[in-house]
């Protein structure tokens, strides 16, 4: 019963059995009537206090008792209208398969695996820091040939890396204190702002490539280093508008090889209805990755990129790291999250060399198996690693464009649980300069989002629209199927 857990409070007097007197004990008189004993104390548990919360609480009990019986008399639709039932909504997607993963070995290990009916392909470590693999003769040479012609067939665009509208609205609308700023820019903790730091932070720009002299220009158009030593202090950097930054960017056009990336690409549908040779080529990507049909089918189609003489591409990493403020361009189709920034989440590259280029254009891999990883490093003594227009040859690891080859890697770590981790840092990676003639490549990126739930949620409906033969079956940026019953003599 409830009353069984009332204790008293401590300090108050407690009842206890008076002792018994002998001389009460006695029998009465012949006639004279028993005396009538108290049943109670005085203040003890029958008084009138301790009656009314007793009754309380059994009123309560038998209350809920009785609610409880009525409830389950109706649910089970005994005795009166049945109770209106919620319709089940949909089951939770089924958690996706873990992500296979290739073991590097070490450097140089070669192992054998089969693309194709007719033959065993090779795939040679080159690197254990990003997990890297080159496999040649990936594609035959009519086929690179034939990548070429369909992607002039549908033409190309310059690869310029400018933020977008929305993006500058965003960056706008942040409320970021200077100091905060200060001490997210000042990687050594020193007080004060060395050109190193800054460039290590700013990577983009407006598609403009930041150099220690481009740097010191923008300090001295916004007169931020009044001794021009490229260092600010925190004064210095609180006394500046951040908005004269975007400002002066937008107002200086950068030429061609001031870009970030100077290029041109397309992209080439690989889904149901594509060119047999692109729908053979994701096959073998497939089982080459090892990773389940359904992410391979609904990641990006292929990116084929032309860099002239002159073209490269600054060192970068392929995907970005997620956080609560941004969202997978992917998954972002299905999720009704509402995030300002949105990234690439590309678990595995893979890189096809679809011509011998005559002079420069190597990828490289700046850090690569480097023992530890420090950005601010990447920029010391004037030394830019990320630089591939100046410094390409100052890095640890370049693969030089051999035509059919492929090249791929991880952009994650592993979370230990068969799925994504963090960025690998270490995957570091951009394009030389091309010296000589022109370069041809092409990308199929794997993605996958860090947020198990949400891949899932995004297979799952990918998985009904493609049973309700819907017009929206693929994802936005494979819809272009113009070149499926293209016939190209070579």
Partial sequence: MAAAGLRPEAGSPQWAPAERDPAAAARPADGEDAPVRPLCKPRGICSRAYFLVLMVLVHLYLGNVLALLLFVHYSDGGGGPAAPRRAPGPPPAPAPAPLARLEGIKVGHEQKVQLVADRDHLVRTLSLKPLLFEVPGFLREEECRLIVHLAQMKGLQPSQLLPTEEFEEAMGAMQLHPLDLFRLLDRNHDGRLQLGEVLAQTRLGSGRWMTPETVQEMYAAMKADPDGDGVLSLQE????????????????????????????????????????????????????????????????????????????????????????????????????????????????????????????????????????????????????????????????????????????????????????????????????????????IANNWINVDPSRARQALYQQEMARLAREGAADAQPEWALDRAYGDARVEL
């Fill in 237 to 440: 950097f609180a006394a500046m508008d951040l908005r004269d930054v975007r400002t002066f960017m937008k107002r200086h056009r950068a030429e061609s090889g001031e870009l970030v990336r100077n290029s041109h690409h397309t992209w080439l549908y690989q889904g149901e209805g594509a060119h047999h040779v692109m729908r053979s080529i994701r096959q073998r990507v497939l089982r080459l990755t090892r990773l389940p049909a359904e992410v391979v089918e609904l990641s990006e189609p292929m990116q084929v990129v032309r860099y002239g003489e002159g073209g490269h591409y600054h060192a970068h990493v392929d995907s970005g790291p997620v956080y609560p403020e941004t969202i997978c361009s992917h998954t972002k189709l299905v999720t009704n999250e509402s995030v300002p920034f949105e990234t690439s989440c590309r678990y595995v590259t893979v890189l096809f060399y679809l011509n011998n280029v005559t002079g420069g254009g190597e990828t490289v891999f700046p850090v690569a198996d480097n023992r530890t990883y420090d950005e601010t490093s990447l920029v010391q003594d004037g030394v830019d690693l990320r630089d591939t227009r100046r410094h390409c040859d100052k890095g640890n690891l370049r693969v030089t464009p051999q035509q059919g080859t492929a090249v791929f890697w991880y952009n994650y770590l592993p979370d230990g649980q068969g799925w994504v981790g963090d960025v690998d840092e270490y995957s570091l990676h951009g394009g030389c300069v091309v010296t000589r003639g022109t370069k041809w």
